[in-house]
């Protein structure tokens, strides 16, 4: 049989998933903490203030598969804790997890995370005035060589691009220090974790906060189109088990954003499907924009539906160069849903013009939220640039 090139690899890579319901075949080591890892990560996506008695079942099970790939996996004893926990059963079992959690330094529980309880559940009274505003910007652009995927072409561009104008003082009005840019070797999983759990610590009630990435996204599953993982800087493409190990999964960003970062003025950007790069990337699912929606004062915007790509021409993605034309316009005094309106028709009408292709950004929102400015200087309106 021919050597499989690296593309090939990937994609039989993304391909070939365990089904849901199936346990775990034996494997190697290293192997068996990115298939461990990754049963962590489809329990949390079934793990939600609105989970099911069903869901929680289900995540329960995958816990349990989880710990049969890596019984010291802390994380995995601390989740079957909180779930057990849910559904009121075997109280000594959770006791016994809850100690292994301990044992083994799980990062969840010493973050205490909690799936099942939304950071702003809802908005309990207007706000006015804007507090601190925080953005954590990610643009990766080249990866690790040898194990990592192709690279893209403007990712990093895009990335730098938008810091720049949100520390503008003449624009997006946020201070400089505390937006916080990884592009490229600098843009690791440890790295734009630890930025997100850095701003959803400091972050306030009153405060904006923004997060935007740019890298490739990629399905656990062709057929359920989901974008369950994306790809850092050190991520590992060579096996499927090694992407899981290596990059970063969606549910723990949508995690963040929705159950430890309170506040009540929150945007996520993603822009994870780019043309050209050879890899079968994928732009946010259904399922994974109502996940990071969950609560409230949330607008949450990819760049692209599911089923198209983000194209690029002249150093950037069609999407940023609008978004920062637009709010360089306006000086960035104006209101997000109209900020969008107007990027949606402005991408959409160009990159028909340019290569007869459809690309229509979509946004979605909390049931309850307020309208952000992201120009808004701190101490001023929250509605406005007075």
Known sequence: MA??????????????????????????????????RDYVYQALELLSARST???????????RFALDQDPSFGDAH???????????????????HLAAAQRYESEALRDMRDPFVLAVPRIYESLPIVGQKWALVVGISQFQPNVGP???????????????LLRDPAVGRFPPEQVFLLTNDAATTPNIKARLNTIARRAKPED???????????????DLRQVSY?????????????????????VEVSGIISNRCVAQ???????TCHSGSGIDSRALSPDEINRLRMGAGRYIISSCEPDQKSYEDAGHGFFTASLIEQLSTRRGCVRLKDLFATVQKDVSARVLSRYGRAQRPVMATSDDASEIVLG???GGAGEGCA
Do not use: W
């Open 208 to 222: 904006v906060v923004v997060t935007y990435i740019s890298t490739h996204g990629s399905s656990r599953a062709d």
């Open 53 to 63: 008695p069903a869901d929680v079942t289900s995540a329960v099970r995958f816990l």
């Open 230 to 250: 994306l790809f850092t800087y050190d991520t590992d493409v060579t096996s499927r088990d090694q992407i899981f190990g290596t990059a970063l999964p969606m």
């Open 150 to 164: 192709e690279r893209l072409q403007f990712a990093s561009n895009d990335a730098e691009a938008f810091a720049a």
């Open 78 to 96: 601390y989740y079957r804790y909180l779930g057990l926990q849910r559904l009121g059963q075997d109280a000594a079992v959770q006791k016994n």
């Open 376 to 378: 808004a200087a701190i």
């Open 3 to 36: 050597a499989l090139n690296r593309r090939q690899l990937l994609a039989l890579s993304l391909a070939g998933v365990c089904s849901r319901v199936m346990r775990p075949a034996a494997q190697s080591p290293g192997d068996a903490i990115g298939a461990a």
């Open 265 to 271: 003025r929150t945007v996520a950007i993603f822009d």
